[in-house]
């Protein structure tokens, strides 16, 4: 089992550039999360994904911010346009239908 | 929303301490889970812990669901064991964190 996997692992990027951030979850996971961390807010889940459906997106900032799962294998978190606030780290999360999140190794994003 | 409250906030421990680590929470929930995150900023899942006690090696933990707290133990504290721990609990699906114990362990 290879983990969650997230690309890329950094990222910096002009002000107003689109960003995407992609995740492969855990096989078999049904669940997939978007969180965001600063030092300021500490982990906010983003938006979250059941069997490919999104469920809750409220925690999505504003309407730069998209995301997608095509299929079971794969996400993605768009932003467009990027801003300098938006920096931080984007980790994505999966679980099963009982039991704990794996997170992935993150992706650290600077907007400069 | 679930509020979650993590103790203490900070903890500096000379190796070979044992320590306790405390989070609140304040409405009934079906997932809870205690993380590590590494100073590479790893976010290592240590237990996945709605009720109960477990164990693994130096670390165990015990979440108390009818009075809503869990407690992380850790006993002969290594330099390793440094970073910030985190209290996650969920109900309906989503995770919401604790704002962390942030531990440091001095040779």
């Known amino acids: 089992d290879a983990g969650v996997i997230q690309s890329p692992r950094h990222e910096v990027t002009e002000m107003g550039q689109e960003v995407t951030l992609r995740c492969k979850p855990i096989?078999?996971?049904?669940?997939l999360f978007w969180y965001r961390q600063t030092m300021m807010r500490g982990l906010e889940l983003l938006i979250y994904?059941?069997?490919?459906?999104?469920?809750?997106d409220s925690g999505m900032p504003e309407d730069r911010f998209s995301a997608k799962m095509p299929n079971a294998s794969f996400s993605t978190l768009k932003i467009q346009p990027s801003e300098p606030r938006d920096s931080a780290v984007y980790f994505c999360?999966?679980?099963?239908?009982?039991?704990?999140?794996?997170f992935g190794s993150g992706t650290r994003l600077t907007v400069v | 929303g679930i509020q979650v409250e993590q103790s203490p906030p900070d903890l500096i421990l000379q190796e070979g301490a044992n320590s306790t680590l405390r989070c609140n929470f304040s409405?009934?929930?079906?997932?809870l889970q205690w993380f590590h995150q590494n100073p590479w900023g790893q976010l290592i899942n240590l237990f996945y812990?709605?009720?109960g006690t477990k164990q693994n090696g130096r670390l165990s933990a015990t979440t108390v669901a009818t009075e809503r707290y869990s407690l992380l133990y850790i006993s002969s504290s290594q330099t390793t064991d440094s970073g910030v721990y985190f209290c996650?609990?969920?109900?309906?699906?989503?995770?919401?964190f604790g704002q962390g114990t942030e531990l440091s362990v001095k040779p």
């Open positions: 096989s078999g996971h049904n669940s």
């Open positions: 812990i709605p009720s």
């Open positions: 999360a999966s679980s099963p239908r009982r039991g704990g999140y794996t």
């Open positions: 994904f059941n069997n490919n459906v999104p469920i809750d």
């Open positions: 996650a609990v969920g109900a309906g699906g989503k995770l919401i």
């Open positions: 409405d009934s929930v079906n997932n």
